[in-house]
């Protein structure tokens, strides 16, 4: 009978919390958009989609046409969130990635750090390359994200 060697019992234990805490990640997040979805679809007014019925729109026609339109400023906000989760993401790469070729970008910003000090010229600039995408992402949905925040909040 064969047993489990006892030194390899923390390299286990360390890659099953690694992939029980990853999965456990994932699932907020796509818990936390499928209830900001569901919220967002359930204040969808029936008339208007009982409305498209009458005119003819089957189910795929209804979707397309009318709820992904509407959704729009939701489905903007929650990639937002999606997107920013995931870029900031830090503790899972530096477990997990151990190529320096495949580390992310806040991984790589983090790495810099010399024997000799920190390279703050090297630092700041690395830091500004990593705040633009996020940033330009935001600022190109920027509407999009406040109406999908606020709508619902004020009576008409």
């Known amino acids: 009978m064969k047993t489990f060697p006892a ?3 923390p390299a286990v234990l360390f890659r099953t919390f690694v992939v029980v805490s990853i999965v456990k990640f994932m699932l907020t997040l796509r818990v936390i958009g499928v209830y900001m979805m569901t919220t967002w679809f359930d ?11 009458i005119d003819g729109l089957g189910i795929w026609g209804i979707l397309f046409r009318i709820m992904v339109p509407v959704s729009w400023p939701m489905l903007s906000t929650v990639s937002i969130i999606v997107l920013l ?9 530096l477990l997990l990635l151990q190529e320096p070729a495949k580390r992310t970008i806040t991984l790589g910003v983090a790495m810099l750090k ?3 000090g920190l390279p703050v010229p090297k630092l700041s600039a690395a830091i500004i390359v ?3 995408i996020p940033l330009v992402f ?3 949905l920027q509407k999009k994200i406040l109406l999908g925040t606020t709508s619902g909040s004020i009576k008409e």
Do not use: K
């Not at 204040?43 to 019925?53: D, K, Q, S």
């Not at 989760?85 to 790469?93: D, P």
């Open 85 to 93: 989760s995931m870029w900031n993401e830090f503790t899972f790469s």
């Open 7 to 9: 030194r390899a019992t």
């Open 130 to 132: 990593t705040m633009l």
């Open 43 to 53: 204040g969808i007014p029936l008339l208007i989609l009982e409305a498209a019925r």
């Open 114 to 116: 010399g024997e000799h």
């Open 138 to 140: 935001y600022l190109v």
